[in-house]
């Protein structure tokens, strides 16, 4: 009897869900879906330890969300998903859970290339990948190779990733063109700068969401989110769901947009 009342409950609780995403794909209108998307996927730690887990059992939680998010984010009309995978700073962290974190990365990635390349993804690193050991280079490397020529969901991680290095990486290519003498200083423009960073060949993101409820960017994309929306959640990162992306979505497509007065439907 209490199996029957616990397979109810569960049966109710997916009904549940598909009514609510349900609800948001009906009025996503994939014409008008932001072309490119960023995640800070924030709250493994906080997932794990909440349910007496070590931390990397959390982050293996994670990848189920990132799966979710990939499988969804073509379907509505999203052209670019950058997610942030692991910072500079997250080298600060135990080196046990360091170590976790990248052999998690390699196992994911070697477990899901076949079908993102089947689906048409595009990956793509964003950030210091050659600071990795070489069994993670080789691993990402060889995901870059085989969906480089992919026309579908371009699919950014961005690992050993910081927005002020990646503008300070780009102000050093800047700064020796001009002493080599191929650059006018004076010819410096805001998409010179674009120009040189890491996302140089992709529009900057119109939606940027961030999980767990902090209220503050971490050093993510900070050249490119000037005029980037916000969505903020306090749902931990391993229970964010394709109906809380739908949401995201919705409520971003609900917004008008402004850019220092101007203003967009």
């Avoid at 960023?38 to 994670?62: E, F, Q, S, V, Y």
């Avoid at 993102?116 to 600071?131: D, F, R």
């Amino acid at each position: 009897m209490l199996d029957k009342l616990r397979n109810l409950c569960r049966s109710l609780r997916r009904s549940y869900r598909r009514s609510r995403e349900d609800f948001f794909l009906k009025r996503i209108d994939p014409q008008r879906a932001p072309t490119h998307v960023a995640i800070i996927m924030d709250g493994n730690g906080r997932w794990a330890a909440k349910r007496g887990l070590p931390r990397l059992a959390g982050h293996r939680a994670g990848a189920n969300a990132i799966r979710e998010v990939v499988r969804t984010a073509p379907e509505i009309g999203i052209k670019c998903l950058t997610l942030y995978t692991f910072s500079k700073e997250n080298w600060q962290r135990p080196r046990e859970e360091i170590d976790g974190l990248i052999g998690l990365f390699e196992e994911t990635l070697q477990k899901e290339m076949n079908e993102l390349h089947k689906n048409n993804v595009k990956i793509s690193v964003i950030g210091h990948l050659h600071e990795f050991r070489e069994s993670t280079q080789r691993c990402f490397k060889e995901a870059m190779e085989l969906t480089k020529n992919n026309k579908g969901l371009i699919l950014n991680v961005a690992l050993n990733y910081g927005g002020r290095t990646e503008i300070m990486d780009a102000v050093r290519q800047i700064a020796k063109a001009v002493k080599d003498g191929n650059m006018d200083p004076y010819s410096i423009m805001e998409e010179t700068i674009s120009d040189h960073l890491y996302t140089a060949d992709i529009p900057d993101p119109e939606l940027l969401i961030r999980t767990s409820g902090e209220l503050r960017v971490s050093n993510f994309l900070l050249w490119q989110i000037a005029y980037t929306e916000l969505w903020v959640t306090p749902i931990l990162w391993p229970d964010f769901t394709r109906k809380d992306f739908l949401q995201a979505i919705y409520e971003f497509q609900k917004r008008k947009r402004r850019f220092g007065g101007l203003e967009t439907d």
